[in-house]
């Protein structure tokens, strides 16, 4: 390794330059990190038995220990799987994931009559439940981290996962409303005992084949055909495929019942669309599509009814929940009343009355918090949410290949769109839809998921912040001034040579 | 590829900013809105940490109290008096909002309202806990118990009620009572389960026991209302005196009409000819429906309607802003007939004698017989008289408040003569009112409902003393059928000379 190169392969990386010649992998600031999460979640366990049992517990700490296991687990798997993972990805998803634990601890303590909460088993209910599915969740993430060594290789499964992901949408529309059906939203598979949620399986399948057919197709699609408003428009005969996943996703609207999946695959298409392109057109026709889309099954649903009944049903509660406070609109009126309960500083940990509004285990488990930890609880909750996917699109930004960094784009901004969607929902700013908020809701499937798109984003984020020597590629140091000649296809963005 | 990624990554910074945004909203800007909405079923336990101050009468027996209970929630709500004050009062239940006073009243009683600042202020540095205030009321025992008693026992057995009486001078209600009525206790347990579903049993029950008729529910108000035309004919021709004559008859056919006709309520009460105050003491509707059409018009009867109160809420002075006792306004209606609203001559004769479109409620009535008796001065209605600290000291105290001046004083004077009549001439509709010892008014009425039931009856007037109000009262029987104004005249004299009593006034 030359001294020239060193610069190059880790741009971000504020400790390279030291002198030293490896760059520091920054484990210990994770570390470091994981050990003020487990803090935080030790004072907020206690607060909360404080609150609802009125004395703290001799074993408050247990489920918050056996937490901490887990998450220990996972860093040293990140010191030998992805060492150059980004230090805040797991703390902060840890944090998150820890407060949904210690809250549906909480839920469990509040469904107890009082007087038996101080024995209540910490090894039972759905907060241990939840510490069961974060276990099995970090797991898989490992597991998945131990297949994939390099990102790339997954861009060689693009069309089973893309086939798989299509499946994986569309068996709840398929299937019977007995076995898939959960409050209206028809996205689940029941089985007896238990039901998962496919469609969150179905987000990581359907990025890997988007990421791959847009780094494939985008010099096609970034073709600019007519200019209007100073905006290039592609050709018509180029929508084809955004107009497919319109479909889909109206699809998806319409046999199972829920915006907020909809939304999600949608925009988690037209993202990746436009970071391909870079073609700000692609945002436009994709948010008119959605719009159109979405006020054309509202329409659709006051005169027609029918299957679109359901959806225009979802936006009069959205437009007015107060009006039929005791029906349609009890859960979001509910939790409406839960925030503003809330208020600014909340009542606190445990001192709330959170199970007045339904559902507060998985879609309202947000104004279940609002109301305890208030807006600024809150406020830190969305700040955590944000920094993650902060984090995530900075991996994408530094790693090399389009593969990457469309994928790993993705990935970050479909969290964000699903906080956004679900928290929106349980505030009145969007109509409400069936989304689990990730990390926080109780649920299997759920949960899994996100952390398997976790051990994705780690995966990425080593190989963004890799130094060059380490990279299982050898021989990028030259890259940074043209085409490489032994690097991978597609490793160096060159969006002007698309322009004809 | 960075040029959008990083466009991606202030598109989520904005998304989640208006995440932020609306949050601030839900839990800033409308967190007391939601926080007090009744829909809002979460246990204030704080509130159930000290003892709720108590609502008390003017003759300080305990209508509310707070006992100690030793479970999570300190203290229950308890009503010693259970039904006979419920709608006055309202209720405090644990997972439901409140209603009433005790609604009105919550924050003080709870003891964090902002006239109880620096109490708790000087708490800090005592270290006393901060304790809630009392409310005392105007209600007066013997009076409401009288009301409520009377009104239930009424011999016509009606089941459905309301009295309301009120000092004329003041305003003060001094008894609120509507029937049938309910035992709060029922829903202030803390049994939430057993609150809920007793909410729900009283809730869906027929008979509306939760409706306020004294002050929620306005009613069509028969001849009660001929003191408002008689007023009005008064007020617009000064040479009409109570001894003045005016055309009677067995019929009355509004100009312009060929087969509309209004009739007495008897044959042969009320001769072609006879003084004013013979109509009103004999309650001739020929006449006063004559009058409403030939004399007054339509916009002017509505004009002193208006005056005395109808269209607007009678609201509570201290009820002013919020009005959680849901007082409704009393209407004339239009009087038109037809999409041009032309006035309509036998919508106005009807009118005229308190039917048609004419709707009061009790309320409504007592305060016209207070401001006939106070001389033409109307006064805010208000309950509560008092705030006291929980130290006993005085917090906040009414003023009583001049609302209008309907009538003049010699009008009111005219009035006062006619409403007498009605109770002490031999042929007089409400002679069941008199009371030994008082100067009673007042004016019967029976009021057609629409449909099949039986009419209402009504009385509504005042007891004076040397030249001096004591007393005005309205008492209503829903659907009483025959006999209900004379039986409703019964129980506003008694209810009347129970305040004499206890005032000491003989």
């Known amino acids: ?39 935080i979640l030790v004072v907020y366990a206690a607060v909360v038995e404080g609150n ?50 210690a809250f549906l601890r909480r839920l469990d303590l509040a469904r107890t009559k009082a007087p038996l909460r101080a024995d209540l088993s910490v090894f039972g209910g759905d907060g241990f439940r939840q510490l069961g599915w974060t276990a099995a969740a970090i797991i898989g993430a490992i597991i998945l981290m131990l297949i994939v060594r390099d990102h790339r290789s997954l861009s060689r499964y693009a069309y089973t996962l893309g086939l798989a992901g299509i499946v994986l949408v569309l068996i709840p529309a398929v299937l019977p409303a007995r076995f898939s059906s959960i409050n209206g939203a028809k996205l689940w598979i029941k089985f007896p005992g238990f039901s998962i949620q496919p469609g969150e ?138 925030l503003g309960t809330g208020g600014l500083t909340g009542a606190g940990p445990g001192a709330g009355q959170p199970t007045k509004v339904p559902e507060v285990r998985t879609d309202f488990i947000f104004s279940g918090l609002g109301e305890e930890i208030g807006l600024f609880g809150l406020t830190a909750l969305l700040v955590t949410y944000l920094l993650l996917v902060e984090r995530g699109l900075r991996a994408a930004i530094n790693v090399r290949d389009s593969f990457g960094k469309l994928f790993a784009g993705g990935l970050a901004f479909t969290l964000g769109l699903q906080v956004f969607v679900i928290v929106g929902g349980i505030s009145q700013l969007i109509p409400l839809t069936g989304q689990t908020t990730p990390f926080l809701s109780a649920g299997g499937s759920s949960l899994v998921a996100n952390w398997l798109l976790i051990g994705l984003l780690l995966r990425i984020s080593d190989a963004s912040r890799r130094p060059a020597g380490g990279a299982p590629s050898i021989g990028l140091g030259g890259v940074s001034t043209g085409g490489g000649g032994g690097a991978p296809v597609q490793i160096q963005e060159l969006p002007t040579e698309v322009v004809r | 590829m960075n040029a959008p990624l990083r466009r991606v990554g202030v598109v989520a910074l904005v998304l989640f900013a208006m995440l932020f945004v609306n949050l601030n909203y839900r839990q800033v800007v409308k967190a007391d809105d939601y926080r007090t909405h009744p829909r809002n079923g979460r246990v204030q336990a704080s509130e159930y940490e000290r003892a709720r101050g108590k609502i008390i009468n003017a003759q300080g027996i305990a209508i509310a109290d707070s006992q100690e209970t030793g479970d999570t929630l300190k203290f229950l709500r308890t009503y010693p008096l259970k039904d006979k004050y419920a709608h006055v009062v309202g209720f ?17 009683l709870v003891g964090t309202s902002d006239k109880q600042a620096a109490d708790r202020i000087a708490g800090l540095f005592t270290g006393k806990d901060p304790a809630g205030g009392n409310v005392l009321l105007t209600l007066s025992q013997a009076t409401q118990e009288a009301a409520y008693t009377q009104l239930g026992n009424n011999k016509l057995k009606v089941k459905s009620g309301a009295v309301v009486a009120l000092n004329p001078e003041t305003g003060a209600v001094l008894a609120e009572v509507s029937l049938p009525s309910y035992d709060p206790n029922l ?11 007793n909410y729900k049993k009283l809730d869906s029950d027929p008979a509306k026991p939760m409706l306020n008729r004294a002050v929620q529910e306005i009613y069509p108000p028969g001849s009660t209302f001929k003191i408002i035309t008689a007023a009005a004919a008064m007020s617009v021709d000064s040479s009409l005196t109570p001894d003045a004559t005016v055309q009677g008859g067995e019929f009355y056919q509004p100009p312009q009409t060929s087969s509309f006709r209004i009739k007495n309520a008897h044959e042969g009460i009320c001769p072609e000819q006879l003084t004013l105050k013979q109509a009103l003491t004999v309650s001739c509707n020929t ?26 809420e009678p609201r509570f002075i201290e009820d002013q802003d919020k009005n959680y006792c849901n007082v409704a306004a009393s209407h004339t209606g239009p009087m038109t007939a037809g999409a041009n609203n032309v006035v309509d001559p036998p919508a106005v004769a009807q009118s005229s004698i308190g039917q048609r479109e004419v709707k009061m409620s009790p309320l409504q009535g007592a305060m016209i017989a207070a401001t006939v008796a106070n001389g033409g001065r109307e006064m805010q209605p208000y309950i509560v008289d008092r705030l006291q600290n929980a130290d006993l000291s005085n917090a906040d105290r009414t003023d009583p408040k001049e609302l209008r001046r309907p009538i003049s004083g010699d009008v009111a004077a005219n009035l006062q003569q006619m409403m007498f009549s009605v109770v002490t001439s031999r042929d007089g509709t409400g002679r069941s009112a008199a009371v030994p010892g008082l100067q009673v008014g007042g004016k019967t009425g029976t009021a057609e409902d629409g449909d099949d039931a039986g009419d209402h009856g009504w009385f509504i007037g005042f007891a004076m003393k040397d030249g001096k109000p004591v007393v005005s009262v309205a008492v209503f029987l829903e659907n009483a059928g025959k006999g209900g104004s004379a039986e409703a005249a019964r129980i506003a004299g008694l209810v009347m000379k129970a305040y004499a009593d206890e005032k000491g006034i003989k």
């Open chain 1, 201 to 338: 399986f179905a987000k990581i399948c359907l990025l890997v084949f988007f990421a791959y057919y847009l780094v494939r197709k985008r010099e096609v699609l970034s073709m600019a055909s007519k200019r209007f408003l100073g905006i290039d428009f592609p050709r018509g005969r180029d929508l084809g495929p955004v107009v497919l996943v319109w479909l889909l996703s109206l699809m998806v609207l319409i046999f199972e019942k829920d915006l907020g999946t909809s939304l999600m695959y949608f925009g988690m298409f037209v993202v990746t669309l436009y970071i391909a392109t870079v073609r700000v057109s692609w945002l436009i026709i994709g948010l008119g599509f959605f719009l159109g889309g979405a006020f054309l099954a509202y329409f659709l649903g006051k005169t027609v009814g029918g299957p679109f009944l359901n959806f225009s049903e979802r936006a009069t509660t959205w437009l007015d929940p107060f009006a039929d406070a005791d029906n349609k609109g009890y859960q979001l009126v509910q939790s409406l009343l839960g």
């Open chain 2, 287 to 312: 006449v006063f429906a004559r009058m409403g059409v030939e004399r007054i018009g339509a916009e002017r009867l509505k004009a002193m309607a208006q005056a005395f109160g109808f269209e607007t």
């Open chain 2, 92 to 108: 405090k239940p644990v997972n439901l909002g409140a209603t009433a006073l005790e609604k009105l009243n919550n924050d003080f």
């Open chain 2, 187 to 197: 829903l202030s347990t803390h049994d939430i389960n057993a609150a809920g579903a």
């Open chain 1, 52 to 101: 609802a049992i009125g004395e703290v517990t001799p074993d408050f700490w247990v489920q918050i220990a056996i937490l901490a296991v887990i998450f220990a687990v996972a860093h040293l798997a990140i010191r030998f799987l992805a060492p150059y993972a980004d230090p805040v990805i797991l703390p902060t998803v840890a944090l998150i994931n820890g407060i949904g634990v």
């Open chain 1, 1 to 39: 390794m030359t001294a020239t190169a060193i610069p190059s392969p880790s741009p971000t990386d504020p400790g390279g330059g030291a002198g030293a010649p490896r760059p520091h992998t920054r484990r210990n600031v994770e570390l470091g990190l994981l050990l003020f999460v487990a803090a």
